[in-house]
């Protein structure tokens, strides 16, 4: 027994230690994205305080936060943001449930593949506002040719990001799975799902934004409520601070559901080896 | 335990692959196979462990199914990365039938505390680790180990090596250890099978009757390298 050299391996108490400060170190890091949008407040606040900007132009940000509170008191506000979030959430879930389909059918089956990504890839090159005459055509103003919209959106990046994440599963790990006589059912939810997590994921955060630039262009276009509709509302009765209130619950909102898909991606993608881990 | 008959896998090239291949091994024997590169001593296991189903000839096992003989192990260590090393272990099996089946698996190869790290927290020989443990879960009749260390550092690979011994005495394994270490092949198997040409052919088969643990220094393992290595000499055809 002399000659061996017995396998036992440190314990792992040093990468705990490693784990447990990392986070902290995160959210530290929080507070510096703030500094700059508080300047620009402060320096905006002044420029329209010291008449260096007209306020019919550029109205001061307690100018534009008192329009909107007062709009929000009236009640007015609550119906322009829900109807919009319902347009974003509905186009979302359409284009997404569309994208995983016939992503998942084109990323694992070569037939599919062949059969539908050409003609997808072609559809993405037609630019999406171009639907807009179509849709209203065929679907009339209302709710669906918005929602549709939103959902064509929302469609590309996923299934763009759905596909390529399929096909880019590591063969070893496909073949670890035959080892183990996986049915094709079994490699799907197993190894090929789980391994194109992380791409699915970064295409729903691009088709969350897409969505909401889409539900901007179909309520610009043609809507009687909703926060695109209120921006083209300020802009007939030059009304800037209603504008710019808009400009900026769309941002709100934006980064807020962002966030969500963003707290989701960590959670869910904290085995990957990358600098975010690290 | 396994007998293979006359099997041969070539490529349309014709070039790589191997043929008619004769092999036969015993319950809890080790047999190494040894070979240039090119010489299908990879595409042998992968055509064993049912990777590559295109082939001729007959591979029986005592198994009655036949894939299901085979426990498989690579040249890396092939971890899910989204999964931590127990469930890596368990992997392909429903977790709770075989949760203590896994953690003793995992205190054998020294990765005891560390059940519920990511591969990413692991270095390269204790990922090496939890492959062994994972491919020894479902309790193979025969274990196939493609160039197992070939990518681990000398110090590493030794340790591991031993671990294979250790492994052997406890569980009697039948292994087939793929390798182009001559050094690992003498250290460890009973049995060396050398494999030559392109398409690869079994050239001969040398019995080791030392008793294991082996000294890695031992003379007679150095005169077996000696005579493996003329045995590998290029120059001959």
Same mark, same amino acid.
């Given at each position: ?10 314990? +792992? ?23 700059? +949008? ?16 007209? !306020? ?61 990504? +050409? ?120 009304? !800037? ?38 | ?237």
């Amino acid at each position: 027994m002399s000659s061996r050299t017995e396998a036992a391996v440190s314990s +792992p108490a040093v990468q705990r230690t490693k784990i447990k400060t990392s986070p902290k170190r995160k959210r530290g890091g929080a507070w510096l994205g703030l500094i700059l +949008p508080v300047l620009l407040l402060v320096l905006w606040e002044t420029a329209s305080r010291a008449g260096w900007v007209a !306020p019919y132009l550029l109205p001061s940000p307690t100018a534009v936060v008192e329009e909107m509170t007062g709009m929000a008191q009236d009640g007015e506000l609550w119906g322009h943001i829900s109807i919009t979030l319902y347009r974003v959430s509905a186009g979302f879930l359409a284009g997404l449930s569309a994208a995983v389909v016939l992503g998942a059918a084109t990323g694992y089956s070569r037939l599919a593949r062949q059969l539908l990504d +050409p003609m997808l890839q072609a559809l993405r090159a037609i630019p999406s506002l171009a639907w807009v005459p179509l849709f209203v055509l065929w679907i009339g103003i209302g709710e669906a040719s918005k929602i549709t919209l939103v959902a064509v959106g929302v469609f590309f990046p996923v299934y763009l990001n759905l596909t390529s994440g399929i096909q880019g599963v590591d063969r070893k790990l496909i073949e670890v799975g035959r080892i183990y006589q996986f049915t094709s059912l079994q490699q799907i939810k197993k190894i090929i799902l789980p391994a194109a997590l992380p791409s699915f994921i970064v295409g729903l955060r691009s088709g969350l934004s897409l969505g909401w630039m889409f539900v901007v262009a179909a309520e610009l276009l043609g809507a009687s409520q909703g926060l695109g509709y209120l921006m083209v509302y300020g802009q007939n009765t030059s009304a !800037p601070a209603i504008v710019i209130g808009s400009i900026l619950l769309f941002a709100v909102f934006g980064k807020l559901t962002d966030e969500v898909l963003k707290r989701i991606q960590t959670r869910a993608l904290k085995w990957q080896d990358n600098l975010e881990n690290a | 335990m396994l007998a293979v008959n006359q099997v041969s896998r070539t490529f349309q090239s014709g070039t790589t692959g191997f043929e008619n291949i004769d092999l036969q091994v015993k319950r809890g024997e080790v047999v190494g196979v040894l070979g240039t590169s090119g010489c299908g001593k990879s595409t042998l296991l992968r055509v064993l462990s049912g990777l590559d189903p295109e082939y001729e000839g007959s591979i029986r096992t005592k198994s009655e199914n036949h894939a299901n003989a085979f426990g498989m192990m690579f040249q890396e260590p092939r971890l899910m990365p989204w999964l931590d090393v127990l469930d890596n272990v368990t992997f392909g099996f429903s977790k709770p039938s075989k949760k203590e089946a896994a953690l003793e698996l995992i205190e054998t190869v020294g990765l005891k505390g560390f059940e519920h790290h990511y591969p990413k927290d692991l270095s390269g020989g204790m990922a090496q680790r939890a492959a062994i443990a994972r491919s020894l879960l479902s309790r193979p009749d025969i274990l196939l180990l493609d160039e197992p260390f070939s990518a681990l550092d000398a110090f590493t690979k030794m340790q591991l090596q031993d671990l294979l011994l250790s492994i052997w005495e406890q569980h009697h394994t039948t292994t087939l250890l793929v390798t182009h270490d001559i050094d690992e092949a003498l250290y460890l198997c009973d049995r060396i099978v050398i494999m030559r040409g392109q398409p690869g052919r079994i050239e001969s088969e040398l019995f080791i009757q030392r008793p294991k643990p082996r000294k890695r220094g031992d003379a007679v393992l150095g005169e077996l390298k000696e005579q493996i290595l003329r045995e590998l000499d290029f120059t001959k055809r």
